[in-house]
């Protein structure tokens, strides 16, 4: 049995998000301040520029963590690498080289509960259940998950429109039914969100963060021929096509 004083009954901290295992708490306003800070610190606040930090509760659920994302750990919290047996390990090793994300994500479960480095960053929850039960990410972008979701990899369609259009080929999906935590450079109230429903839409640079597995993407020229796109101004797009969901920044992120 734990309290843990100071902490979510304090009323500089807000929890901004829940959803399933997962609560995000952000700072108000940093205190841990000198005289010649303070001014820089108050309008970065006034800015929404605050520390945040992820939550996790095993008691709802098992959780898979990004490789050094946390802090500290409180109760009956039981840790593993993740890895079930030697071909598990090269699988997610391959994956790692691919994607930019770590080839160990240790996993964590009992009953206690979870706290993550704090951030600048902004931290989005998604129930994956509600993207067609497959959300697949920009890469870099993974922060935690529910262990109920399987981890995979999934390809661009043309690898070679990908190439030419400095894309990656591969990227990490999510798949099943459970929430995951994203570590976003764009505050959630900034996202785009848009719903496909046999439709594409097309975006000119790597604004997406995250789209529905069920979404068939590639790369393309902008219109069907090279003259075309000269004369747009324009040269290669991402397309999504389908029926899902895509989450878009406003501005580039990469």
């Known amino acids: 049995m734990f309290k843990i004083n100071n902490f979510l009954d304090n009323d500089d901290i807000l929890?901004?998000?829940?959803?399933?295992?997962?609560?995000?708490?952000?700072?108000?306003?940093?205190?841990?301040?000198?005289?010649?800070?303070?001014?820089?610190?108050?309008?970065?606040?006034?800015?929404?520029?605050?520390?945040?930090?992820l939550i996790c509760d095993l008691k709802i659920s098992p959780v898979v963590l990004q490789k050094g994302a946390m802090q500290w750990l409180?109760?009956?919290?039981?840790?593993s690498t993740g890895i079930k047996g030697i071909g598990d390990?090269?699988?997610?090793?391959?994956?790692?080289?691919?994607t930019n994300e770590s080839a160990v994500k240790p996993e964590y479960n009992?009953?206690?509960?979870?706290?993550?480095?704090?951030?600048f960053k902004h931290i989005v929850?998604?129930?994956?259940?509600?993207?067609?039960?497959?959300?697949v990410l920009e890469d870099g972008l993974f922060l935690a998950a529910e262990a109920g979701l399987k981890q995979k990899l999934v390809a661009r369609t043309n690898f070679s429109s990908a190439i030419a259009g400095n894309e990656g080929i591969f990227n990490l999906a999510l798949v099943g039914d459970g929430v995951c935590a994203?570590?976003?450079?764009?505050?959630?109230?900034?996202?785009?969100?848009?719903e496909l429903e046999d439709d594409e839409i097309k975006i000119d640079g790597s604004f997406a963060i995250a789209w529905s597995g069920s979404l068939k993407f590639t790369v393309e020229k902008s219109?069907?021929?090279?003259?075309?796109?000269?004369?747009?101004?324009?040269?290669?797009?991402?397309?999504?096509?389908g029926t899902g969901k895509v989450l878009m920044a406003p501005v580039a992120f990469n």
């Open 223 to 241: 219109t069907k021929s090279l003259v075309g796109s000269a004369v747009s101004g324009e040269g290669l797009v991402n397309v999504y096509r």
């Open 15 to 53: 929890i901004t998000q829940q959803l399933g295992a997962f609560k995000v708490a952000e700072y108000k306003r940093d205190l841990s301040v000198t005289k010649e800070s303070a001014q820089r610190e108050y309008f970065a606040g006034e800015m929404g520029v605050r520390l945040k930090q």
């Open 125 to 135: 929850l998604i129930d994956v259940s509600s993207w067609n039960n497959s959300i």
């Open 89 to 98: 390990f090269i699988g997610k090793g391959i994956m790692s080289k691919v």
């Open 110 to 119: 009992g009953s206690g509960m979870v706290v993550l480095e704090p951030t």
């Open 74 to 79: 409180v109760g009956d919290v039981k840790a």
């Open 182 to 194: 994203l570590e976003s450079p764009v505050a959630k109230n900034e996202l785009i969100e848009v």
